[in-house]
């Protein structure tokens, strides 16, 4: 397999972790259940093992020059949807009342950053060969990434009606802030994309 | 495609004694596009009041949101669809009754919405997964 091959199939596998890690952590915030946050932190720490090895072999030539930062700003952006997953996984486990998960949009947010992470997953491969299919998946993401921030902005504002503790709501607004960031990351990636197919 | 798999949760209520100005700062504080008005008694149904209804009912013609109550502006009756229906149905309502949005209920209780901006993007979703 050639160096290029492994650098794609590599940032293939990284995403797909991220798929696996929203969905972790949506059973986790939907069956209350902390414990299964370890496998949270279990696919980040995967991701960070094959983004060294993506660095790697960009190290040792993979690509032309010229393409290599872009390529690697590409990994950094994908990592950076693992890390904010485990973000929003660290926040939800330091809180304590739960009473908060009464709001709807909790999950509606989650499954949607499930549903970005599925396009990326299973389309990525084809966006670096289909301009016109990546254009249709920019549109998408833009979209999900509006309704993810109109749903923050609905949590805000329910969480005001509910009375906790200082750090519990310290941990509630990161994790919401956490949960809304993943769409704008998966947005990032989407623009390199693109960059990255112009240069082709 | 069915209903269930398409609709916004997110529905926001305003009593039908509401003002105007309390609907507006509802649409623009949660970021949405209508509300649902709560019917004023028994013999009473539920209604919307969208952007275009604050617009051409209230404010172009000079009057005082603050002093107009919701359910004098509010479009009624609410269309409602059942959750299982499917998309296709949903979008044939719309064109005969000329409407953006339908309401998802069961039974009695307003379960959601869908517009016509969730039924676009659930096409888009769809062929992307």
């Known amino acids: 397999m050639k160096a290029e091959e492994r650098v794609i199939n590599g940032i293939s596998q990284m995403i797909s972790l991220a798929f696996s890690a929203c969905e972790s952590l949506r059973k986790a915030v939907e069956d209350k259940n902390k414990a299964l946050l370890e496998e949270v932190f279990r696919l980040e720490r995967e991701g960070d093992e094959i983004r060294r090895n993506i660095t790697l072999e960009i190290y040792r030539g993979a690509f032309l020059p010229y393409l290599r930062p872009n390529i690697f700003r590409l990994v950094e952006i994908v990592d950076e949807i693992l890390n904010t997953t485990e973000e929003s996984a660290m926040n939800f486990q330091k809180v304590e009342d739960l009473k908060f998960l009464e709001i709807q ?30 254009r249709e998946g920019v549109i998408v993401v833009r979209i999900m990434e509006k309704e993810a921030d109109n749903m923050k902005f609905a949590i805000l504002e329910k969480l005001k009606e509910f009375n906790v503790g200082f750090w519990d709501g310290y941990f509630i607004s990161n994790f919401v802030e956490s949960l ?11 623009d390199m994309l693109q960059i990255i197919l112009l240069s082709l | ?68 109550k919701a359910y ?58």
Request: aromatic fraction near 6%; charge should be neutral; proline fraction near 2%.
């Open chain 1, 105 to 134: 949009e909790i999950y509606s947010i989650l499954e949607l950053n499930v549903k970005i992470c599925s396009i990326l997953s299973k389309n990525f491969s084809n966006f670096l060969k289909d301009p016109e299919r990546l």
């Open chain 2, 72 to 129: 004098e502006i509010a479009s009624k009756p609410l269309i409602t669809v059942e959750k299982s229906m499917s998309i296709e149905h949903v979008l044939s309502l719309m064109e005969r009754f000329n409407i953006a949005r339908v309401f998802v209920k069961e039974g009695e209780k307003i379960l959601g919405v869908v517009a016509l901006m969730d039924i676009m993007s659930a096409y888009l979703v769809r062929r992307l997964l």
């Open chain 2, 1 to 68: 495609m069915n209903v269930e798999e398409v609709m916004n949760k997110r529905v926001e209520f305003v009593e039908a004694n509401a003002t105007v100005l309390e609907v507006i700062e509802k649409l623009v504080n949660r970021r949405i596009r209508s509300v649902v008005v709560k019917p004023k008694d028994e013999k009473d149904t539920y209604g919307v009041i969208t952007v275009r209804d604050v617009v051409f009912k209230c404010l172009v013609k000079n009057l005082d949101p603050q002093k107009v």
């Open chain 1, 180 to 190: 809304e960031r993943l769409s704008d990351v998966a947005e990032d990636a989407m």
